[in-house]
């Protein structure tokens, strides 16, 4: 008997299926979800004969961007068609993480995906990824290539969980112009938020009808800044060893030194030596960039922008990131975001594939690449060794956060806060500044409140992934 | 519980259901594409949403135990208490305003000058910005450090006016956003009822010696009645949904100041790494609940005096 044309169909299609599975090495079955060695890291051999496609969300967006998409291709190019990452832009770090909860829950996650510092504790609970120091074991990669400061961030008793991509420390941002024509020498910045306060006064201009023309400090109510002004101060964030010996269970900007931090800046402002331009870091580097604020905190990450803006109009110097009091001794903390990979629903070959971009995109090469193309400080120590002279001699104010870096002392402070809820830890660290700087509470009833009001959320957090 | 039977008796004596069963079968079917559209969009996120507000969620947002109450017992707070004063007042400076100022406008734009529609056309034009559009031309007028709004005060002698990032003029100043948003489609519907007014009543007016104010008091509002009524509902409906201006302008602050109730919720579902569904739902459902009072007490008091022709 004839088989009829549907049945024929049927079959090819079957075949085509087959087929392009086989093509296309995505053999994720649904049985290797969940398994125990789903967070296994496999060796080369994995990869096979096929080609393997993985995707990779990241959160880059502008020139950011084009050095993420020329990463890929050079990677893809290098693998000639072995291995192929494709490059996916999620939006911004919390829309990113927001899409990557719904991937988790539609068992549909990327094999490759970018997340900011503060996510490093949920992507540990998320129990989907493979840990980034099995691959280092598997393949002796030289883990001392990774500069030690970054490293410690991403690390849980010393192993390193994600491979850190790209890495933006705070500095000082400083108009030259503004110092020569109040008569301060711009080569002697300010080290303490009591400097800043007391240059601020002197760098305050008005003009006839008392109106203020430029402020002497302005920075965003970033929640970052604080953490950092902690971090250099010596201070943990949150308890338990900024949650590195266990996980922790309340937040502590409520401290002296947080509330001290929250008092200057709402005397700054309230004394009219600094403006306020809100939570939004766009407004306030559209203030430096228009030359309307003198002093100013900000990431390396900006350093570009500022730089082409003021071009011709003031001059951009930078000096490392000021700390609390003489006393302070620590450094701010290195973070930025990392890679991770997911374990759960991928195939070897997907898990592997992933492994060779990351280790390729932490390569003393494609760093320097990215640095010169971001501004974000490399994380390979081998990376600044392979720029060119002229483009560090155009550029020198990034030596600042090169120097800052490796000035740092490694500590548990500068290691940072690990926290399942720390982006909204850091929206309520806003709530508390904001409270203060636009005088709605004094300082230290501000802080308190915002850091209690987190722990709610701390405890339902750890609850859950217990 | 038996269906209704309808039994006709054909002339020949022979009974048959087929004709009004078929009808009703007919009507069904009929009804059939609105009533799965309403029951995937709207009954089911509905149940879900109940759903939902009754659960806890896990660290990726997926229900967990059930929590019965707890969070809509967590809403017997001051901060939203807060949240539920913030929503009223920015429902009530962004309705009334948009709404009366389109009447306004709409009447000066009765008396016979030349390009009147020019005018007209200029004031409909806000309906054509989608929110987002309109949201960050007015981040740009009230940019703290290069905004034309305190640059046009710098201008004429006046001091900066922290518009977005001072608690107590924020909310006036995306109330101000979101009035202008609103004027066309304002303006829109009234000309619409303006020029649906019967001539010869208002010739009749003007006969009795009726012009200006007289005339406005007394024939062309009484006879907008329909049309400012629709304003006023659906305008107080899109107030208490309101999010893209206050997501695009201030994020909830200063200080929370400008924190609405869907603002809330967007805060608990989505941002900041949150995926609290369930808290989420829960202040949803009582959003929805607010609406449906409002718009039953609009229905209840302004209705009767609606004059419909």
Redesign the interface.
């Known amino acids: 008997m004839a088989h009829s044309p549907l049945r024929r169909t049927g079959r090819a299609v079957l075949a085509l299926l087959t087929a392009t599975a086989l093509i296309s090495g995505c053999g994720s079955g649904p049985d290797d979800g969940g398994s125990s060695d789903a967070l296994d890291a496999p060796g080369a051999e994995a990869l096979g004969d096929g080609r393997t496609t993985v995707e990779f969300w990241h959160a880059m967006k502008g020139a950011n961007a084009a050095a993420v998409d020329k990463l890929v291709a050079d990677f893809n190019a290098a693998n000639g068609g072995k291995v192929e990452v494709k490059a996916v832009y999620q939006g911004n770090y919390d829309e990113t993480i927001a899409k990557y909860k719904a991937s988790v829950q539609q068992k549909n996650t990327p094999a490759l995906i970018q997340v900011y510092d503060i996510g490093t504790r949920f992507m540990v609970d998320s129990k989907q990824v493979v840990p980034m120091h099995r691959f280092v074991e598997k393949d002796g990669f030289p883990l001392a290539d990774i500069e030690p400061n970054i490293a410690s961030y991403y690390s849980i008793d010393g192993k390193l969980w994600s491979m850190p991509f790209n890495t933006s420390t705070p500095l000082l941002y400083l108009n030259k112009e503004a110092f020569t024509s109040a008569g301060l020498d711009p080569t002697k910045p300010p080290k303490t938020l009591t400097e800043i306060g007391e240059l601020a006064k002197k760098l305050t201009v008005k003009d006839a009808s008392g109106k203020t023309t430029r402020y002497g400090f302005g920075a965003a109510i970033y929640g970052w800044l604080l953490e950092q002004l902690l971090a250099t101060d010596g201070k943990e964030y949150c308890d338990n060893g900024n949650g590195r010996q266990q996980l922790a269970s309340k937040v502590q900007f409520d401290q002296p030194a947080a509330v001290q931090v929250a008092q200057w800046w709402a005397d700054l402002v309230k004394n009219g030596y600094a403006t306020n331009t809100g939570r939004k870091t766009d407004d306030a580097q559209a203030a430096f960039k228009a030359g309307t604020v003198a002093m100013h905190l900000e990431s390396t990450s900006v350093l570009r922008g500022y730089v082409d803006a003021a071009a011709g109009k003031f001059t951009v110097l930078t000096a490392p990131y000021p700390k609390i009091s003489d006393a302070s001794t620590g450094g701010p903390i290195i973070g930025g975001a990392s890679l991770w990979i997911n374990g759960v629903g991928h195939s070897a070959a997907e898990k592997r594939a992933a492994w060779e971009f990351v280790k390729f995109a932490a390569g003393a090469t494609p760093q320097a690449q990215w640095h010169t193309g971001t501004g974000y400080v490399p994380i390979n120590v081998k990376a600044m060794e392979q720029i060119d002279k002229a483009w560090t001699e155009k550029y020198p104010q990034f030596r600042t956060a090169v120097d800052q870096l490796h000035a740092l002392p490694p500590s548990v402070a500068s290691a940072g806060c690990l926290l399942g809820v720390m982006p909204q830890a850091r929206k309520a660290s806003e709530d508390g500044l904001e409270a203060a700087i636009v005088g709605a509470k004094p300082a230290d009833q501000a802080m308190k409140e915002a850091a209690t009001g987190v722990t709610a959320a701390i405890d339902s957090y750890n609850k859950s992934v217990r | 519980m038996s269906p209704p039977l309808v039994v006709e008796r054909s002339p020949s004596g022979a009974t048959t259901t087929s004709g009004p069963r078929r009808e009703r079968a007919l009507s069904w079917l009929l009804l059939l594409p609105s009533v799965a559209v309403f029951a995937l969009f709207i009954f089911w996120p509905l149940g879900r949403t109940l759903y939902l507000s009754t659960h ?7 229900p ?1 135990a059930y929590v019965g109450l707890d969070h809509y017992a967590d809403m017997f707070s001051a901060s939203f208490a807060g949240i539920l004063a913030t929503t009223a007042l920015f429902t009530l400076i962004s309705v009334l305003p948009a709404v009366l100022g389109a009447l306004l406008v709409v009447l000066l734009l009765e008396s016979r000058i030349r390009g009147v529609r020019v005018l007209r056309t200029a004031f409909a034009l806000p309906f054509a910005f989608s929110v987002a559009t309109a949201s960050v031309v007015f981040a740009v007028i009230y ?4 905004g034309i709004a305190n640059g046009l005060l ?1 201008a004429v ?1 006046v ?2 006016v ?1 518009w ?4 107590s003029i924020a909310l006036p100043a995306v109330g101000a956003a979101t009035v202008w948003m609103n004027l066309g489609y304002n303006v829109l519907v009234l000309s619409a009822g303006v020029a649906a007014i019967p001539q010869e009543v208002v010739e009749a007016a003007r006969l009795d010696g009726a012009t200006g104010w007289r005339l406005a008091t007394g024939i062309t509002i009484p006879l907008l009645s329909p049309q400012l009524f629709f304003l006023v509902v659906v305008s107080t409906i899109h107030a208490l949904q309101s999010f893209g201006q206050i997501h695009i302008l ?2 909830g ?4 100041a400008t924190s609405t109730l869907v603002y809330s919720i967007y805060e608990r579902a ?7 569904f369930g808290a989420a739902s829960a202040q949803a459902v009582v959003l929805l609940l607010i609406m449906l009072a409002c718009t039953a007490v609009q229905f209840g008091i302004l209705e009767r005096r609606v004059h419909y022709r």
């Open positions: 806890g969620n896990d660290i990726f947002g997926a967990g940019n703290p450090a290069i710098g002698g001091d900066r922290d977005l990032t001072d608690p201030t994020k602050g200063p200080d929370d989505f941002a900041y790494g949150s995926s609290d």
